[in-house]
């Protein structure tokens, strides 16, 4: 007959190679499914981007003539008033503070 100790390092054997096989296995399939996952994306970001620089079926509209001239209008306006704007610089004490103005 076949000793009881022999039987439990022989199943234990068989479970370790099934669990390292299965692992093994696990990680094919993982890095099958990432390889086909990053190809998956690289197709998905070209398609997007073809779309985005117009070369592909949604092109950019040509900006409006009178759109530019009024972003031109604000622009030059909002320069303006960033030059106008005074700044006041308030004192501070030596500890910290601010000081009053006086």
């Given at each position: 007959m076949v000793d009881e100790l022999t039987l439990l390092i022989a199943l234990g054997t068989l479970n370790l190679l099934g669990s390292l096989g299965l692992a093994l296995w696990i990680k094919r399939e993982l890095e099958d499914s990432m390889a086909q996952l990053d190809n998956s994306l690289a197709l998905a970001l070209q398609s997007t981007m073809e779309k985005l620089t117009g070369e592909g079926?949604?092109?950019?509209?040509?900006?409006?003539?009178?759109?530019a001239a009024l972003g031109q209008v604000l622009m030059s306006i909002a320069q303006q008033k960033m030059n106008t704007v005074e700044a006041t610089v308030t004192p501070r004490d030596a500890d910290g503070t601010f000081k009053a103005l006086e």
């Amino acid at each position: 007959m076949v000793d009881e100790l022999t039987l439990l390092i022989a199943l234990g054997t068989l479970n370790l190679l099934g669990s390292l096989g299965l692992a093994l296995w696990i990680k094919r399939e993982l890095e099958d499914s990432m390889a086909q996952l990053d190809n998956s994306l690289a197709l998905a970001l070209q398609s997007t981007m073809e779309k985005l620089t117009g070369e592909g079926a949604v092109a950019f509209e040509a900006p409006n003539p009178i759109q530019a001239a009024l972003g031109q209008v604000l622009m030059s306006i909002a320069q303006q008033k960033m030059n106008t704007v005074e700044a006041t610089v308030t004192p501070r004490d030596a500890d910290g503070t601010f000081k009053a103005l006086e």
